[in-house]
């Protein structure tokens, strides 16, 4: 029984990107533990064949940091690209969450969501963080117009 509720549990979860890092740099020396850094991760749409996103974002380091407790900023730069054919892999809802990481112990996460402009054509992706009490204003924002993809 045991067994298959948690086959049931497992795919109900959203099917959710993960990220690649790309590359980063340091901002910040710390004496002890790793810098504060910019880190550039890359992640393809879960649901949108031929669309890839790159996030930049702050990762705070320090003994914190290293031991995974300290509470990262809530700033985020978003680019999303178009890489190959667009091909849909099942219905899209609007702000359906397509990439979610732990920005701080508990409480704090980034995410983005993926909203279809259908007047215009275009895959609208924005990423912002939240908190559980609180979440932040700070957000941002790319868009991919659905074009043919030349061979």
């Known amino acids: 029984m045991f067994k298959g509720l948690f086959a049931a549990a497992v795919l109900a979860l959203p099917l959710l990107a993960s990220a690649e890092e790309i590359g980063q ?27 890839t996103c790159y996030l930049s974002r702050a990762k705070t380091g320090g003994l914190k940091g290293g031991l995974g407790l300290a509470e990262d900023r809530a700033e985020a730069s978003i680019a999303c690209r178009q890489v190959g054919p667009i091909q849909f892999k099942g219905e899209l809802k609007d ?19 993926r909203f279809l402009d259908k007047k215009r054509n275009t895959l609208v992706y924005l990423v912002y963080s939240d908190r559980l009490i609180e979440g932040s204003p700070q957000n941002a924002v790319t868009a991919i117009p659905i074009l043919p993809w030349a061979k």
């Open 25 to 51: 740099v340091s901002t910040v020396f710390k004496f002890v533990g790793p810098n504060d850094r910019i880190v550039v991760e890359a992640f393809d749409d879960p649901k949108v064949e031929g669309v």
């Open 95 to 113: 702000g359906e969450e397509v990439f979610k990481e732990r920005t701080s112990l508990v409480f704090k996460t980034m995410q983005v969501v």
